[in-house]
C-alpha cells in the first residue's frame, strides 16, 4: 500500500502541466506524535518532557533562555513541600538525574524567577517563620475548592547555589508571586499588606514600592509585557453581599477560592486596568505572547464540571480567542522564551494515570 501511495504521489507531481516546487515535510521529533493531540500541531513542534514525577510548575527562562528555574515538590529528590530548583533545559536529564536546588530546603516556596545576569534568583519562602512545609488545607465540608494564602510568606533573593542573599519584604502577611521586568529593574508581586490581595511593584532591591491594584478582589500571578510597559493578571472580583462575605471570611482563614477569575492588563504604573476576559470559571496563569498583542493562559471556562484546563490565547482588545492545547487533563503555565521561539508549560499528559504534573517545552510555531 505505501509503494502504491507513493507511486500515485509521483505521478500526481509528474503529470502536472506547471512546474511547482514541491516543500519538504516540516521535522518533528519522534515525541510529537506521543505528546502532542494533532491540533496541537499547528502551534507546537519538537516537545520535550523535561520533569517526570511529582508536581512540578511554574518554570520561568533566565534571561538568556538557556535555563530555566522551577517549583517541584518531587519527593524523589528529597522535597516535602514545593522546593526551587533550576536547570539548563538543553542538555540536563532529570529522568535520571537531580536538578541543582536554589532554596533552602526549609519551609514552602513559590514562584521563582531569574535576576539580570542570570547568577541570582527571586522567590518567596516561609521558611523564617517555620522550617518545616505549613499544612495543606483540609478538604472542606463546603466542598470549596481553595488555595493556602500563607502569611508567612516573604520574598528573597538568592544565588545558584541556594545561598540566601537578601530579603526585599519584611510586612506582616503575605508577600509572593514575584516576577520579574524583561527591562531588568523591577519586580511585580501580591502582598497582603493593605488587608486585600493586592499587586505592587519594586525595585530589583526591593526599594520604591508602589501599590498598583485596589479593588476587592484576589490580584496576583502578574508578569510584565516584553518591553515592561504592561502588566496582565488573574483577578477575583466579587460583586454581591453573598460573594463578597464569602471572600472576606476564607481570607480572615488565610484561604482564596481561585475557581472566578478573569485576566487584567494595565500600565506598569497601574494606569488604564482593562478586563480582558468576561468568559466565566477560572482563567488565569497568562503570559505576553512574544508580540506584546496577545496573551497565552489556562483556562477551563469550555468545562461544564471545572475540568479540564487548556491554553488559549486571546488579543489584548478580548477578541481572536483561540484554543492552543486539547489534553484531557491539565495544562497551565505558559511562558514564551524571551527570544519567542520556545513555550514552557506545566501538564499532567504522559504522566501515566498518576496524577504528576510535568514540565514540557516544545518550539513554537503558531502567530
Same mark, same amino acid.
Given at each position: ?11 500526481? #507531481?509528474?503529470?502536472?502541466?506547471? =512546474? ?30 523535561? !520533569?517526570?514525577?511529582?508536581? %512540578? ?12 528555574? +522551577?517549583?517541584?515538590?518531587? *519527593? ?18 532529570? &529522568? %535520571? ?12 516556596? =513559590? ?8 547568577? !541570582? ?5 516561609? $521558611? ?41 519584604? %519584611?510586612?506582616?502577611?503575605?508577600? *509572593?508571586?514575584? =516576577? ?7 519586580? #511585580? ?23 498598583? !491594584?485596589?479593588?476587592?478582589?484576589? @490580584? ?9 510597559? &504592561? ?8 460583586? /454581591? ?14 484561604? #482564596?477560592?481561585? /475557581? @472566578? ?6 500600565? *506598569?504604573?497601574? =494606569? ?21 498583542? &496577545?496573551?497565552?493562559?489556562?483556562? %477551563? ?24 492545547? $486539547?489534553?484531557?487533563?491539565?495544562? *497551565?503555565?505558559?511562558? +514564551? ?16 494515570? /498518576? ?5 514540557? #517545552? ?6
Amino acid at each position: 500500500m505505501k509503494k502504491l501511495l507513493y507511486s500515485l504521489a509521483f505521478l500526481a #507531481v509528474a503529470c502536472s502541466p506547471k =512546474t511547482e516546487t514541491v516543500s519538504e515535510p516540516e521535522a518533528r521529533s519522534a515525541s510529537d506524535s506521543l505528546l502532542l493531540h494533532p491540533e496541537e500541531m499547528k502551534y507546537l513542534k519538537n516537545i520535550k518532557q523535561l !520533569t517526570f514525577g511529582g508536581n %512540578n510548575a511554574e518554570a520561568y527562562w533566565s534571561f538568556n533562555d538557556s535555563l530555566l528555574v +522551577f517549583q517541584s515538590d518531587f *519527593a524523589g529528590w528529597g522535597n516535602e513541600c514545593d522546593q526551587m530548583f533550576y536547570l539548563n533545559w538543553r542538555e540536563d536529564d532529570l &529522568k %535520571n538525574n537531580q536538578p541543582q536546588r536554589v532554596s533552602t530546603g526549609l519551609g514552602r516556596t =513559590t514562584c521563582s524567577y531569574f535576576l539580570p545576569g542570570d547568577q !541570582t534568583i527571586v522567590y518567596a519562602s516561609t $521558611h523564617l517563620v517555620d522550617p518545616a512545609c505549613p499544612p495543606v488545607p483540609e478538604r472542606r465540608a463546603d466542598g470549596k475548592y481553595v488555595w493556602p494564602i500563607y502569611d508567612s510568606f516573604d520574598i528573597f533573593t538568592a544565588d545558584l547555589q541556594g545561598n540566601i542573599l537578601s530579603q526585599l519584604t %519584611n510586612e506582616p502577611g503575605y508577600d *509572593a508571586e514575584a =516576577t520579574v521586568s524583561p527591562k531588568g529593574d523591577k519586580i #511585580v508581586f501580591t502582598s497582603m499588606r493593605t488587608g486585600d490581595l493586592e499587586l505592587y511593584t519594586m525595585n530589583i532591591d526591593g526599594t520604591d514600592v508602589k501599590q498598583i !491594584t485596589s479593588d476587592l478582589g484576589y @490580584d496576583g500571578g502578574a508578569f510584565f509585557s516584553p518591553d515592561g510597559s &504592561k502588566l496582565v493578571w488573574r483577578a477575583s472580583r466579587p460583586q /454581591t453581599e453573598e460573594e463578597i462575605k464569602e471572600y472576606q471570611d476564607l481570607l480572615k482563614e488565610g484561604l #482564596v477560592k481561585p /475557581t @472566578d477569575m478573569e485576566l487584567y492588563v494595565a500600565n *506598569a504604573d497601574g =494606569t488604564d486596568i482593562r478586563k480582558i476576559t468576561s468568559l466565566g470559571k477560572a482563567n488565569w496563569a497568562p503570559f505576553f505572547h512574544p508580540s506584546g498583542e &496577545k496573551l497565552i493562559f489556562a483556562s %477551563n471556562h469550555q468545562t461544564e464540571r471545572g475540568f479540564p484546563f487548556n491554553l488559549f490565547m486571546i488579543n489584548l482588545d478580548g477578541t481572536g480567542l483561540t484554543r492552543i492545547t $486539547h489534553d484531557g487533563t491539565f495544562d *497551565a503555565f505558559p511562558v +514564551f522564551s524571551n527570544d519567542g521561539k520556545y513555550l514552557v508549560f506545566a501538564s499532567n499528559r504522559n504522566n501515566g494515570g /498518576t496524577r504528576d504534573t510535568n514540565l514540557f #517545552v516544545a518550539e513554537w510555531i503558531g502567530d
